[in-house]
Protein backbone atom coordinates (compact mmCIF):
# COMPACT_ATOMS: atom_id res chain seq x y z
CA UNK A 1 0.00 0.00 0.00
CA UNK A 2 1.03 3.18 -0.57
CA UNK A 3 2.44 5.52 2.04
CA UNK A 4 -0.52 8.01 1.65
CA UNK A 5 -3.04 5.24 1.95
CA UNK A 6 -1.67 4.15 5.18
CA UNK A 7 -1.86 7.15 6.44
CA UNK A 8 -5.59 7.95 5.71
CA UNK A 9 -6.22 4.39 7.46
CA UNK A 10 -4.28 4.56 10.34
CA UNK A 11 -6.31 7.95 10.90
CA UNK A 12 -9.25 6.35 10.39
CA UNK A 13 -8.73 3.31 12.65
CA UNK A 14 -7.72 5.69 15.50
CA UNK A 15 -10.74 7.17 15.36
CA UNK A 16 -12.90 4.45 15.32
CA UNK A 17 -10.93 2.96 18.64
CA UNK A 18 -11.15 6.13 20.75
CA UNK A 19 -15.21 5.96 19.73
CA UNK A 20 -14.89 2.59 21.13
CA UNK A 21 -13.25 3.31 24.28
CA UNK A 22 -15.66 6.18 24.89
CA UNK A 23 -18.58 3.85 24.52
CA UNK A 24 -17.19 1.75 27.33
CA UNK A 25 -16.49 4.44 29.49
CA UNK A 26 -19.26 3.21 32.20
CA UNK A 27 -17.84 0.11 32.74
CA UNK A 28 -14.02 1.07 32.81
CA UNK A 29 -15.32 3.76 35.40
CA UNK A 30 -17.42 0.74 37.54
CA UNK A 31 -14.31 -1.74 37.28
CA UNK A 32 -11.73 0.74 38.39
CA UNK A 33 -13.91 2.05 41.10
CA UNK A 34 -14.60 -1.68 42.37
CA UNK A 35 -10.41 -2.52 42.68
CA UNK A 36 -11.31 -0.59 45.85
CA UNK A 37 -13.11 -3.30 47.04
CA UNK A 38 -10.78 -5.82 47.07
CA UNK A 39 -9.09 -5.46 50.26
CA UNK A 40 -5.64 -4.95 49.15
CA UNK A 41 -4.35 -1.59 50.32
CA UNK A 42 -4.06 -0.14 53.45
CA UNK A 43 -5.94 3.85 53.69
CA UNK A 44 -6.36 6.41 55.82
CA UNK A 45 -9.64 8.26 56.13
CA UNK A 46 -11.06 11.48 58.72
CA UNK A 47 -14.41 9.75 59.21
CA UNK A 48 -15.20 9.00 62.26
CA UNK A 49 -11.82 10.70 63.09
CA UNK A 50 -8.92 12.05 61.30
CA UNK A 51 -6.25 9.08 60.66
CA UNK A 52 -8.98 6.51 61.00
CA UNK A 53 -7.90 3.02 59.28
CA UNK A 54 -10.44 2.38 56.10
CA UNK A 55 -10.32 -1.38 55.61
CA UNK A 56 -12.05 -3.46 53.18
CA UNK A 57 -12.98 -7.13 53.78
CA UNK A 58 -11.39 -8.80 51.40
CA UNK A 59 -13.98 -11.49 50.43
CA UNK A 60 -13.85 -10.80 46.60
CA UNK A 61 -10.15 -11.47 46.74
CA UNK A 62 -10.55 -14.60 48.71
CA UNK A 63 -13.45 -15.57 46.69
CA UNK A 64 -11.25 -14.69 43.53
CA UNK A 65 -8.40 -17.16 44.96
CA UNK A 66 -10.87 -20.07 45.57
CA UNK A 67 -12.27 -19.83 41.73
CA UNK A 68 -8.79 -19.56 40.33
CA UNK A 69 -7.77 -22.94 42.63
CA UNK A 70 -10.79 -24.76 41.49
CA UNK A 71 -10.39 -24.02 38.14
CA UNK A 72 -6.97 -24.49 37.39
CA UNK A 73 -7.07 -28.02 38.99
CA UNK A 74 -9.62 -29.08 36.47
CA UNK A 75 -8.38 -27.07 33.66
CA UNK A 76 -4.74 -28.21 33.74
CA UNK A 77 -4.39 -31.82 35.19
CA UNK A 78 -1.21 -33.47 36.09
CA UNK A 79 -0.99 -35.29 32.38
CA UNK A 80 -1.42 -32.22 30.71
CA UNK A 81 -4.42 -30.23 29.89
CA UNK A 82 -4.96 -31.26 26.05
CA UNK A 83 -7.05 -33.67 25.23
CA UNK A 84 -7.81 -35.50 21.07
CA UNK A 85 -10.84 -36.85 20.26
CA UNK A 86 -11.45 -39.00 17.36
CA UNK A 87 -14.74 -37.71 15.35
CA UNK A 88 -16.16 -40.94 12.76
CA UNK A 89 -15.07 -44.47 13.22
CA UNK A 90 -12.31 -45.08 15.37
CA UNK A 91 -9.44 -47.74 14.26
CA UNK A 92 -6.01 -48.66 15.65
CA UNK A 93 -4.25 -46.11 13.50
CA UNK A 94 -6.63 -43.37 14.29
CA UNK A 95 -5.87 -43.85 18.22
CA UNK A 96 -2.22 -43.79 17.63
CA UNK A 97 -2.41 -40.96 15.67
CA UNK A 98 -4.80 -38.91 18.27
CA UNK A 99 -2.26 -40.05 20.98
CA UNK A 100 0.83 -38.44 19.12
CA UNK A 101 -1.20 -35.58 18.77
CA UNK A 102 -2.18 -35.32 22.46
CA UNK A 103 1.31 -36.07 23.70
CA UNK A 104 2.94 -33.47 21.38
CA UNK A 105 0.53 -30.65 22.33
CA UNK A 106 1.07 -31.23 26.29
CA UNK A 107 4.79 -31.22 25.45
CA UNK A 108 4.50 -27.95 23.87
CA UNK A 109 2.34 -26.05 26.49
CA UNK A 110 3.71 -27.60 29.80
CA UNK A 111 7.77 -27.51 28.41
CA UNK A 112 8.40 -25.35 25.24
CA UNK A 113 5.62 -22.50 26.24
CA UNK A 114 6.93 -21.80 30.64
CA UNK A 115 4.72 -19.08 30.38
CA UNK A 116 1.34 -20.85 29.70
CA UNK A 117 0.11 -21.88 33.03
CA UNK A 118 1.60 -18.69 34.94
CA UNK A 119 -0.62 -16.70 32.07
CA UNK A 120 -3.43 -18.99 32.52
CA UNK A 121 -3.37 -18.59 36.54
CA UNK A 122 -3.36 -14.58 36.32
CA UNK A 123 -6.58 -15.20 33.69
CA UNK A 124 -8.27 -17.36 35.87
CA UNK A 125 -7.22 -14.99 38.73
CA UNK A 126 -8.86 -12.21 37.20
CA UNK A 127 -12.21 -13.46 35.17
CA UNK A 128 -14.32 -13.64 38.48
CA UNK A 129 -13.53 -9.89 38.73
CA UNK A 130 -14.37 -8.12 35.56
CA UNK A 131 -16.52 -10.45 33.90
CA UNK A 132 -14.28 -11.32 30.76
CA UNK A 133 -10.94 -12.30 30.13
CA UNK A 134 -8.91 -13.36 27.34
CA UNK A 135 -5.70 -15.34 26.18
CA UNK A 136 -4.06 -14.39 23.16
CA UNK A 137 -2.13 -17.36 21.55
CA UNK A 138 0.74 -16.69 18.45
CA UNK A 139 3.79 -17.43 16.88
CA UNK A 140 6.16 -15.72 18.35
CA UNK A 141 8.68 -14.63 15.28
CA UNK A 142 11.17 -13.45 17.34
CA UNK A 143 11.23 -16.65 20.17
CA UNK A 144 10.36 -18.69 16.75
CA UNK A 145 8.00 -20.68 18.73
CA UNK A 146 4.08 -20.25 20.37
CA UNK A 147 3.56 -18.39 22.59
CA UNK A 148 0.42 -17.63 25.40
CA UNK A 149 -0.64 -14.46 27.13
CA UNK A 150 -3.39 -13.49 29.19
CA UNK A 151 -5.14 -10.32 27.72
CA UNK A 152 -7.13 -8.26 30.20
CA UNK A 153 -10.40 -7.08 29.75
CA UNK A 154 -8.97 -3.39 29.75
CA UNK A 155 -6.70 -4.19 27.05
CA UNK A 156 -9.13 -5.58 24.35
CA UNK A 157 -11.26 -2.63 23.06
CA UNK A 158 -14.12 -4.12 21.01
CA UNK A 159 -16.78 -2.48 18.84
CA UNK A 160 -20.08 -1.07 20.32
CA UNK A 161 -22.59 -3.81 19.63
CA UNK A 162 -20.33 -6.50 19.53
CA UNK A 163 -21.54 -9.65 20.46
CA UNK A 164 -18.36 -12.20 20.45
CA UNK A 165 -15.44 -11.36 18.80
CA UNK A 166 -15.98 -13.49 15.52
CA UNK A 167 -18.38 -11.36 14.13
CA UNK A 168 -17.72 -8.31 15.57
CA UNK A 169 -16.59 -5.48 12.99
CA UNK A 170 -13.25 -4.30 14.70
CA UNK A 171 -11.64 -5.52 18.28
CA UNK A 172 -8.09 -3.46 19.13
CA UNK A 173 -5.44 -5.17 21.65
CA UNK A 174 -3.66 -2.50 23.32
CA UNK A 175 -0.10 -3.53 23.99
CA UNK A 176 3.00 -1.96 25.82
CA UNK A 177 6.41 -2.48 24.05
CA UNK A 178 9.62 -1.02 24.49
CA UNK A 179 11.84 0.04 22.14
CA UNK A 180 14.26 -2.64 22.12
CA UNK A 181 11.30 -4.93 21.47
CA UNK A 182 9.88 -2.51 18.44
CA UNK A 183 13.23 -2.47 17.07
CA UNK A 184 13.88 -6.42 17.07
CA UNK A 185 10.57 -7.10 15.78
CA UNK A 186 11.59 -4.30 12.56
CA UNK A 187 14.48 -5.71 12.01
CA UNK A 188 12.94 -9.13 11.13
CA UNK A 189 10.48 -7.59 9.32
CA UNK A 190 7.40 -8.39 11.51
CA UNK A 191 7.05 -4.87 11.40
CA UNK A 192 7.52 -1.82 8.39
CA UNK A 193 10.84 -0.18 9.55
CA UNK A 194 9.50 3.24 9.94
CA UNK A 195 11.08 5.71 12.09
CA UNK A 196 10.47 5.76 16.08
CA UNK A 197 9.65 9.16 17.46
CA UNK A 198 10.32 9.26 21.49
CA UNK A 199 7.87 7.25 23.40
CA UNK A 200 5.20 9.60 24.78
CA UNK A 201 2.90 7.15 27.93
CA UNK A 202 -0.35 7.99 27.65
CA UNK A 203 -1.27 9.65 30.51
CA UNK A 204 -4.61 8.92 32.37
CA UNK A 205 -5.54 5.51 31.91
CA UNK A 206 -7.54 5.31 35.27
CA UNK A 207 -7.22 1.57 35.24
CA UNK A 208 -3.77 1.21 34.96
CA UNK A 209 -3.02 3.71 37.50
CA UNK A 210 -5.56 2.42 39.79
CA UNK A 211 -4.09 -0.77 39.60
CA UNK A 212 -0.51 0.80 39.81
CA UNK A 213 -1.59 2.40 42.77
CA UNK A 214 -3.02 -0.59 44.59
CA UNK A 215 0.32 -2.91 44.17
CA UNK A 216 2.34 0.59 45.44
CA UNK A 217 3.64 1.84 42.04
CA UNK A 218 3.82 5.56 40.60
CA UNK A 219 5.50 5.08 37.39
CA UNK A 220 6.47 8.15 35.38
CA UNK A 221 7.05 9.57 32.33
CA UNK A 222 10.92 9.14 33.15
CA UNK A 223 10.60 5.31 34.36
CA UNK A 224 7.56 4.34 32.00
CA UNK A 225 9.66 4.29 28.16
CA UNK A 226 6.77 2.19 26.50
CA UNK A 227 5.25 2.41 23.54
CA UNK A 228 1.42 2.01 22.87
CA UNK A 229 0.63 -0.29 20.34
CA UNK A 230 -2.84 -0.79 18.69
CA UNK A 231 -3.11 -4.30 17.20
CA UNK A 232 -6.04 -4.05 15.26
CA UNK A 233 -8.27 -7.21 13.72
CA UNK A 234 -11.11 -5.61 11.30
Not at 168 to 186: A, D, I, N, P, S
Amino acid sequence: MKEAALRVLGAELVRKFDADKVSRADWEKTYTEGLELLGLKIMTTSDPWPGACAAFHPILTEAAVRFQAQAITEIWPAAGPCRTKIVGKPSPELDKRAQRIEDDMNLCVTERMPEYRPELERLLFNLPLTGSAFKKVYFDPYLKRPCAMYVPAEDLVVGYGATDLASCERYTHVMKRTEGELRRLQRINFWRGVDLPKPSPVMGDKTEEKKDKIIGLSPTVDTDDRYTILEMYI
